[in-house]
């Protein structure tokens, strides 16, 4: 036996070293087949979802489709206008809201983390939007540009440009914009947060249940057609 061991010394490590290799394989796998968590509690859709926030079941050749009652799928998000995850993920929503146009009803939580500073008026710019019923279109162009505004002093003069290409009344954008009833709705959205222990933005919801994503620009959409196929 200590002969043969002698002999196929070199052969025996090659085929521990495989063995190590592949069941080390086989654990990255099973870990990277399944990068998102999901949550084992469910969370009261009039909390995630209350009446009155704004709503879209889809992006159809550039517009926003408004909610569908028969979407079977609700996709919440918790986000901050100056978080740059928030935006690495707004592409993903908007993939998400193109290819399941009616299937899928999204909705838009404020949740303007402190140390953003201009964070709550990006929020409120959104709101203000929404009040002339472009709030997906502002909230589609804070993020497409949050490097242009994130770091300015003052970002307001930026954002009623953007109210003016969207057609926007610009003088009522910004009485809006500056409105204690706008600041009030935001701050409902970041109760609402603090009411779900947020740790993070962006946090999605799908369904009630959180998930949590890795990073991978296909994952939301895949998420959600496990649940779309239901």
């Not at 086989?26 to 087949?33: A, E, N, Q």
């Amino acid at each position: 036996m200590k002969d043969f061991l002698q002999r196929n010394k070199v052969f025996i490590i090659v085929i521990l070293a495989t063995c190590i290799l592949i069941v080390g394989g086989l654990f990255l796998m099973s870990r990277g087949s399944n990068p998102s968590t999901v949550s084992s509690t469910n969370v009261d859709s009039s909390i995630l979802a209350p009446s009155g926030v704004y709503k879209t079941s889809g992006l159809v050749n550039g517009f926003y489709l408004p909610a569908s009652p028969s979407a079977t799928v609700t996709l919440v998000e918790f986000g901050d206008y100056v978080c740059p995850a928030c935006g690495d993920a707004a592409p993903y929503v908007k993939q998400v809201l193109t290819d399941f146009p009616g299937k899928v009803n999204y909705v838009f939580r404020n949740y303007p983390l402190s140390y953003h500073t201009n964070a709550p008026l990006a929020s409120y710019a959104a709101e203000a939007a929404g009040l002339q019923g472009k709030y997906f279109e502002m909230n589609d162009r804070l993020y497409s540009t949050q490097n242009d505004w994130s770091n300015l002093p003052d970002p307001a003069s930026v954002f009623v440009g953007y109210a003016k290409d969207l057609g926007l009344n610009t003088d009522k954008f910004t009485s809006d914009m500056n409105s204690q009833n706008v600041k009030d709705v935001v701050q409902r959205d970041m109760n609402d947060g603090k009411t779900v222990a947020l740790t993070e933005t962006p946090t999605f919801y799908i369904n009630g249940t959180k998930v949590s994503l890795s990073g991978d620009s296909n994952q939301l959409r895949d998420l959600i057609q496990v649940d779309l196929a239901k």
